[in-house]
């Protein structure tokens, strides 16, 4: 089974924080996504990397940052964390172009 | 027009009903279709999978593809209080496209 693991189920933050969230995934997939889902918005694309060192902007980049070193860690970067980036991150990987992506259990941030 | 639409919700039925999910879209070059089941505080979990059109059953789960009129349906037959969840239907068209457009997810509730 594929296994895709987040760094923090939940997290609290102070504005301005820099914030890094990190995903690891064991099934040596080349897709990583990052998500953000908001009551009402549905899961909103922030950035994915199709392979080591390679990142393309989703729907919402503004205000995140990624880093993929390796194949098996994505990490989403807030510079300086803000009230309206409260929300629930999904980390997803998905293998070639078949499109099935397996999630990570979320991580809930919370900002004040 | 958005690209995936799909009824919200919330939807309540009573244990062992015949439960219908939808969703249309309106890009024609779609090809792979998928639901996920989200419980409430986790991640998206897959749950069905199809390629094209037609019908795939797995266990009490059903889905259909029509891709003349743009619809996809997932069945729950004989619905109990573990399947209320959120279902997310997801598609993509293939090829080079790695990313995933979701719809917003329909809430279910079982009632027992």
């Known amino acids: 089974d594929v296994k895709v693991t987040q760094s923090s189920r939940y997290l609290v933050k102070r504005t301005g924080e820099k914030v890094f969230l990190e995903c690891v995934q064991d099934?040596?997939?080349?897709?990583m996504f990052w998500y953000r889902q908001d009551p009402g918005l549905g899961l909103r694309l922030i950035y994915f990397?199709?392979?080591?060192?390679?990142?393309e902007k989703g729907d919402i980049p503004e205000g995140y940052s990624v880093s993929r070193e390796k194949k098996e860690r994505f990490s989403l970067i807030l510079e300086s964390a803000s009230t309206n980036q409260t929300s629930m991150y999904l980390c997803?990987?998905?293998?070639?172009?078949?499109?099935?992506?397996?999630f990570g259990p979320g991580t809930r941030l919370t900002v004040l | 027009q958005k690209e995936v639409e799909q009824d919200p919700g919330p939807l309540s039925v009573p244990e062992g009903a015949i439960v219908s999910l939808n969703c249309t879209y309106s890009?024609?070059?779609?090809?792979?279709f998928m639901w996920y089941r989200q419980y409430s505080r986790k991640g998206p979990e897959l749950l069905m999978y199809?390629?094209?059109?037609g019908n795939k059953e797995d266990g009490r789960f059903t889905a259909q593809v029509d891709k003349s009129s743009k619809y996809i349906s997932l069945f729950i037959r004989d619905s109990q209080p573990s399947d209320s969840a959120t279902y997310l239907c997801?598609?993509?068209?293939?090829?080079?496209?790695?990313?995933?457009?979701f719809g917003k997810g329909t809430l279910l509730t079982v009632n027992p």
């Open positions: 997803a990987s998905s293998l070639g172009a078949k499109g099935e992506q397996f």
């Open positions: 099934m040596d997939h080349e897709n």
């Open positions: 990397s199709y392979d080591v060192k390679m990142k």
């Open positions: 890009n024609s070059a779609f090809q792979y």
């Open positions: 199809t390629y094209s059109s």
């Open positions: 997801a598609m993509h068209s293939g090829g080079s496209n790695y990313k995933l457009t």
